[in-house]
T-cell receptor, first 114, second 115 residues
Framework: EDQVTQSPEALRLQEGESSSLNCSYTVSGLRGLFWYRQDPGKGPEFLFT???AGEEKEKERLKATLTKKESFLHITAPKPEDSATYLCAVQASGKETSGSRLTFGEGTQLTVNP | GAVVSQHPSWVICKSGTSVKIECRSLDFQATTMFWYRQFPKQSLMLMAT?????????EQGVEKDKFLINHASLTLSTLTVTSAHPEDSSFYIC???????????FGDGTRLSIL
C-alpha cells in the first residue's frame, strides 16, 4: 500500500526565516510526486510535479527536490502570504484509471508571521 | 491555465434530501475526474474516480448507491449525495486532469451541512 508521511505537522516561521518541509513516501513504482498548496476553505492549488530522483523545480520562493525516498519543499525568505497547508501526494505506476489516483499526506500547516 | 469550477460552494439542507454537486473544467477537457472528501484538519480522502462515458470506480468503503457520480462529458462531472444524513456533512472537493498521469487540478470545494 502506498504511504505518504509529511513532517512537521505544523511550522511557524518569522518572515524571512527559510526552512524546509519533508515528504517521505513508500510506493510500488513512483510515477510522480506532487506538491499542492491549500488555503483554508479552498481546494488544493497545484505547485509542482517531480518524476525522478535528483529532479528539482522552482517557483518564486519555493523549491521542490526529490530523492528515492523523500521530497523536500524548501521555502526561502517566506512572506506571510505563504501561510497555507502544503500537501504532498504520490502517484504510482499501475493499471489505467486506478494508476492515476493520488495518495496524499496529512499536510504541513505553515504559518509565517510578519 | 487549468481552471476547475465547483458549484455550489456551500449548501445546507435537511436530512433525507438529495444534493447534487457539479464539477466543471473550464478551459480544458478532462479525461478523468476525481471526487474527494476532506474532514477538518485532515487530508483528502479519495472517494471515486470517473472517466467520461463510463462508470465511476469507487474506493473501498464508499457506498456507490449513496454517492452517485456521473461524468457525462469531458468538462462536467456530478456527485449526488442521495438521502443525505448529518454524518454526510463534510467538505467535498473535485479534481480533473487532462490525461492519465497528468497533474490533477482542483475545484474550490463544496461545504455540505446536513441538519
Amino acid at each position: 500500500e502506498d504511504q505518504v508521511t509529511q513532517s512537521p505537522e505544523a511550522l511557524r516561521l518569522q518572515e524571512g526565516e527559510s526552512s524546509s518541509l519533508n515528504c517521505s513516501y513508500t510506493v510500488s513504482g513512483l510515477r510522480g510526486l506532487f506538491w499542492y498548496r491549500q488555503d483554508p476553505g479552498k481546494g488544493p492549488e497545484f505547485l509542482f510535479t517531480l518524476y525522478s530522483a535528483g529532479e528539482e523545480k522552482e517557483k518564486e520562493r519555493l523549491k521542490a527536490t526529490l530523492t528515492k525516498k523523500e521530497s523536500f519543499l524548501h521555502i526561502t525568505a517566506p512572506k506571510p502570504e505563504d501561510s497555507a497547508t502544503y500537501l504532498c501526494a504520490v502517484q504510482a505506476s499501475g493499471k489505467e484509471t486506478s494508476g492515476s489516483r493520488l495518495t496524499f499526506g496529512e499536510g504541513t500547516q505553515l504559518t509565517v508571521n510578519p | 491555465g487549468a481552471v476547475v469550477s465547483q458549484h455550489p460552494s456551500w449548501v445546507i439542507c435537511k436530512s433525507g434530501t438529495s444534493v447534487k454537486i457539479e464539477c466543471r473544467s473550464l478551459d480544458f477537457q478532462a479525461t478523468t475526474m476525481f471526487w474527494y472528501r476532506q474532514f477538518p484538519k485532515q487530508s483528502l480522502m479519495l472517494m471515486a474516480t470517473s472517466n467520461e462515458g463510463s462508470k465511476a470506480t469507487y474506493e473501498q468503503g464508499v457506498e456507490k448507491d449513496k454517492f452517485l457520480i456521473n461524468h457525462a462529458s469531458l468538462t462536467l462531472s456530478t456527485l449526488t449525495v442521495t438521502s443525505a444524513h448529518p454524518e454526510d456533512s463534510s467538505f467535498y472537493i473535485c479534481s480533473a486532469s487532462r490525461q492519465l498521469y497528468q497533474p490533477q487540478h482542483f475545484g474550490d470545494g463544496t461545504r455540505l451541512s446536513i441538519l
